[in-house]
C-alpha cells in the first residue's frame, strides 16, 4: 500500500531536484526525508531517485510514479473538497513574467486569497523562457507565459509592446544609431525591437541589457536609451513613444499547467486567472501618445 504522505514528499523532492531543498519544504531533516523515498522505492519495488552533482533527477520509474502520484493527490483533494464541503486547501506556485506580476498580480492575487485563505502561493518570476523549463520539471504548477501570437487559442488577454523613454520625444531619437536598452536576446520584447529595426532600416546598437523591469526602467528613465516594455507595464513617469520609431507587435498572454490533472488549488487558481485577467484595466499610468 502506498503512503499518501510518502508520495506527496516525493512529488516536492522530484519539483525541487533537491532532497534539502524538499527538506526545508516539508519541515524534515534531510537524512529523515531520504529515509522515507528509499521507503518509498522499497514500496514498489525499484529505484526512484538517482543522484547527481547537482543533487537528485528521476529514474525511469520515477518519472512513471510522479505521474501517477500527482494524479492521485488531485484527485484526493477534491474528493475530499466535494464530500466534506470544505475550504479549498494545498499549496500551488505559479510562474509570472515580471511586467505582469506587477500590472496583474496586486489585483489577480488580492481576490483568490480572499476567496482562499488556507491556500499556500509560492511566486516565480521570470521570462517565459525561464518559466517554460520550470513547467516541464513541474517545479511550478502553472505559470503566465508570453505567445508571439495574440489569435492563438490557447491567449486570454493581449498585450501591446511599446517603445518607452522619459519623453515624448526623446533626444536619443536623433543619434544616427538609435541606442536600445533591452532585456535577453531569446524574449519576445528583444526579438520584435530588432525585428522592427531591421524591418523599418533603422540602424540601432543594443547599449543596455537587464534581465529585470526595474532595470529596463531605470536606463529609460536615465534619457540614455529607448527601451520596449508591454503597455500595462509602463510606470506613470515615463512615455509611449509613437514618432519617428516603427510600430510594434501585439502579443498574448496564456496560461499553462505543469500537469494535465493539475491539483485543486492550481485548478481553482487557474480558473481564477481565466475569468478575472481578461477583465483588469491596463495598469501602466503612461500617457497614450
Known amino acids: 500500500m502506498l503512503d499518501l504522505a510518502l508520495l506527496k514528499n516525493f512529488v516536492i523532492v522530484a519539483r525541487t531536484g533537491s532532497i534539502s531543498l524538499a527538506a526545508a519544504q516539508v519541515g524534515r531533516t534531510q537524512s529523515?526525508?531520504?529515509?522515507q523515498m528509499q521507503r518509498l522505492a522499497e514500496g514498489v519495488g525499484q529505484d526512484l531517485l538517482q543522484r547527481t552533482g547537482a543533487g537528485v533527477r528521476l529514474t525511469a520509474a520515477g518519472e512513471r510514479l510522479l505521474?501517477?502520484?500527482?494524479?492521485?493527490?488531485?484527485?484526493?483533494?477534491?474528493i475530499l473538497a466535494d464530500m466534506g464541503g470544505a475550504a479549498l486547501k494545498g499549496a500551488v506556485s505559479l510562474g509570472c513574467p515580471e511586467d505582469y506580476s506587477i500590472a496583474f498580480l496586486p489585483e489577480l492575487l488580492r481576490c483568490f486569497c480572499a476567496a482562499h485563505p488556507e491556500v499556500e502561493l509560492r511566486m516565480v518570476c521570470a521570462p517565459t523562457i525561464g518559466l517554460k523549463p520550470l513547467l516541464q520539471r513541474r517545479q511550478i504548477d502553472l505559470a503566465l507565459v508570453s505567445l508571439?501570437?495574440?489569435?492563438?487559442?490557447?491567449?486570454i488577454r493581449e498585450e501591446d509592446f511599446v517603445w518607452v523613454a522619459d519623453r515624448p520625444e526623446p533626444d536619443?531619437?536623433?543619434?544616427?544609431?538609435l541606442p536600445l536598452a533591452l532585456s535577453a536576446p531569446m524574449t519576445l520584447d528583444h526579438r520584435a525591437a530588432c525585428d522592427a529595426m531591421a524591418s523599418a532600416g533603422r540602424r540601432y546598437r543594443v547599449a543596455f541589457a537587464s534581465d529585470s523591469l526595474a532595470g529596463l526602467i531605470a536606463i529609460a528613465r536615465s534619457g540614455h536609451a529607448v527601451s520596449v516594455l508591454t503597455r500595462t507595464a509602463v510606470p506613470p513617469d515615463l512615455h509611449i513613444v509613437t514618432e519617428g520609431l516603427p510600430p510594434l507587435p501585439t502579443i498574448g498572454i496564456a496560461l499553462e499547467f505543469?500537469?494535465?490533472q493539475p491539483s485543486s488549488a492550481a485548478k481553482a487558481?487557474?480558473?481564477?486567472?481565466?475569468?478575472?485577467?481578461?477583465?483588469?484595466?491596463?495598469?501602466?499610468?503612461?500617457?497614450?501618445?
Not at 148 to 155: F, I, L, N
Not at 172 to 177: E, I, M, S, T
Not at 269 to 289: C, K, M, S, Y
Request: aromatic share 0%.
Open 67 to 78: 505521474a501517477h502520484a500527482e494524479s492521485l493527490i488531485a484527485r484526493h483533494d477534491e
Open 148 to 155: 508571439p501570437e495574440p489569435d492563438h487559442a490557447d491567449v
Open 258 to 260: 505543469a500537469e494535465h
Open 269 to 289: 487558481l487557474g480558473e481564477h486567472i481565466r475569468a478575472v485577467l481578461p477583465q483588469l484595466d491596463d495598469a501602466g499610468g503612461a500617457e497614450r501618445l
Open 172 to 177: 536619443v531619437l536623433a543619434n544616427p544609431v
Open 32 to 35: 529523515a526525508l531520504s529515509m
